[in-house]
C-alpha cells in the first residue's frame, strides 16, 4: 500500500515517471517497514502479525477518512489520498503507448514475473547468508542467539526493512497495472489471503509462500463459481493446514523428498 500509495501520488502531483517513483515507493515502504519493525520490538510470534494488521487497519481507515480538498481541477474536489475513491490519472508504465494494447498485456506479464524471479533470488541470498543463519537462530531460539552476539533489534528491524522493498515495488506495479490505487487493496480478506499464502505453503521455507500462492489461486479460481462460499472455503482449508498439515505443502514435499525443496 505505501509503496502504491507513494508512486501514484508522486506521479499524480509531480508530473514523474511511474518507473522511476515506482523505486521512490518502495524505499518508502523501506522506511516505514523499519519503522514497524521498531514498533515491534518487544513483540514476539502472533502478536507481531496482529500489530502489522492493525497498522493496515489503521492505515485504511485513515485513508477512508480523508475528506479534506487538497486541490481542486475544476469544480471537482480531490483528497490527497483519494479517500474512499482512491487516485487515478497518474499514468502508467506506457506500454501501450510503445507496444500496442495486445502486446502490452505481456509485457506487463513479464515485468511482474521479472520482479518474482528477482524478489525471489533475493530472499534466497538473504536467507542463505550470514543474515539468514542470524535470523533462523533468533527465531528457533532467541536467549542463545542473543549470548552468542547476535543483536535482536538490529537484525528484527533490518529483516522488517528488507522485506518492504519488493513489497513496495509490488504495490507501484499493482498501481500502474490497474491505473488505479485505492484502500481497498487493505481489506481484511486481502491481508488474510497473504498471510494463508505462508501458512498452506510453509512456514519458515524459502518456497513457501510461492507454493501456498499457486495452490490458494487455483483453489480460488474454482471457488468463484460458489460466491457464497468464497471466503468461507479458503478459510476452511486454512484452518485444515493450520491443525493438521503445519509443515504447510512445501513440508511434505520435503518429507516425501527427505530434502530441502530447491537443494538439488
Not at 52 to 81: H, P, R, W
Not at 95 to 105: I, T
Not at 125 to 137: C, D, K, T, V
Request: some cysteine.
Amino acid at each position: 500500500c505505501i509503496g502504491g500509495y507513494t508512486a501514484a501520488m508522486l506521479s499524480l502531483y509531480f508530473g514523474w515517471s511511474l518507473w522511476f517513483t515506482s523505486i521512490l515507493g518502495a524505499l518508502m515502504a523501506v522506511l516505514v517497514s523499519a519503522l514497524i519493525g521498531a514498533a515491534t520490538i518487544r513483540l514476539r510470534g502472533a502478536y507481531v502479525a496482529l500489530l502489522t494488521l492493525g497498522v493496515a487497519v489503521v492505515m485504511q481507515v485513515m485513508i477512508m477518512s480523508d475528506s479534506k480538498c487538497f486541490y481542486y481541477e475544476g469544480v471537482t474536489c480531490y483528497n490527497f489520498t483519494g479517500g474512499p475513491r482512491g487516485l487515478s490519472s497518474f499514468g502508467d508504465f506506457g506500454f501501450r503507448d510503445w507496444l500496442g494494447y495486445k502486446v502490452s498485456l505481456l509485457a506487463k506479464y513479464y515485468l511482474a514475473l521479472l520482479l518474482l524471479v528477482l524478489g525471489t533470488i533475493f530472499v534466497l541470498f538473504i536467507i542463505r547468508g550470514p543474515f539468514g543463519y542470524a535470523f533462523r537462530a533468533l527465531r528457533d531460539n532467541d536467549t542463545n542467539a542473543r549470548s552468542q552476539g547476535i543483536n535482536r533489534v538490529k537484525y528484527q528491524i533490518f529483516v522488517f526493512a528488507l522485506s518492504g522493498f519488493f513489497t513496495g515495488l509490488a504495490g507501484a506495479f499493482y498501481a500502474g497495472h490497474y491505473k488505479t490505487i485505492g484502500p481497498t487493496m487493505l481489506d481484511f480478506p486481502v491481508l488474510l489471503l497473504l498471510l494463508a499464502m505462508m501458512v498452506i505453503g510453509g512456514l519458515g521455507r524459502p518456497w513457501g509462500p510461492l507454493f501456498g500462492c499457486i495452490l490458494l489461486m487455483v483453489i480460488d479460481d474454482f471457488l468463484k463459481v460458489y460466491a457464497e462460499w468464497r471466503y468461507v472455503g479458503m478459510g476452511a482449508i486454512t484452518i485444515i493446514f493450520i491443525i493438521l498439515l503445519r509443515q504447510g505443502v512445501v513440508g511434505l514435499i520435503e518429507d516425501r523428498q527427505g530434502e530441502p525443496v530447491g537443494t538439488r
